[in-house]
């Protein structure tokens, strides 16, 4: 039994993020979605608020399961027994940057860090960009699972 874990901020989750969590759903035997908590930030959506919008997204997916962690992803990895963790790239620059904590990671405790590629039409789409786009009132619905799309709603009105 392989379990992979999609850690992220998902501040709100996006078509790009649901497609990558589809896609290591269908590869993996258990996915565990885990969403990072930081103190230094202040989120759009609480932790349970994005875990909620996950489920409420995913509900036809059986072998995907949500936590929260904080503090070092290697250490979160060791704890919850995960035996890959997935990360989604969009593009080069993603990789860039996902490349250097992939080593990093593996570095520190031994991680293996595997990467999906987004499918090319989600790969302009960012949680920061989504977050403007609906704060000064233009359509997220494409770019979000309706869930998502309502709740921001709900939350800027
Ligand atoms: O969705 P994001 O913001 O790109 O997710 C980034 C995340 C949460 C995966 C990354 O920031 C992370 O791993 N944070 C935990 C802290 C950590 O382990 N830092 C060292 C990384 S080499």
Redesign the pocket.
Known sequence: MTTALC????DPPTNGHIDVIRRAAAIFDRVLVSV?ENPSKSPLFTTTERIELFRASLADVSNVEYTVFS????DHVADQGIDVVVKGLRTSSDFDYELQ?AQ??ASLRGMETVFIPTSPVWSFVS?TLVREVARLGGSVEELVPAPVAAALKEKLS
């Open positions: 850690p992220g901020s998902y990072v503090g070092l992803l290697v904590m990093m990671n949680s």
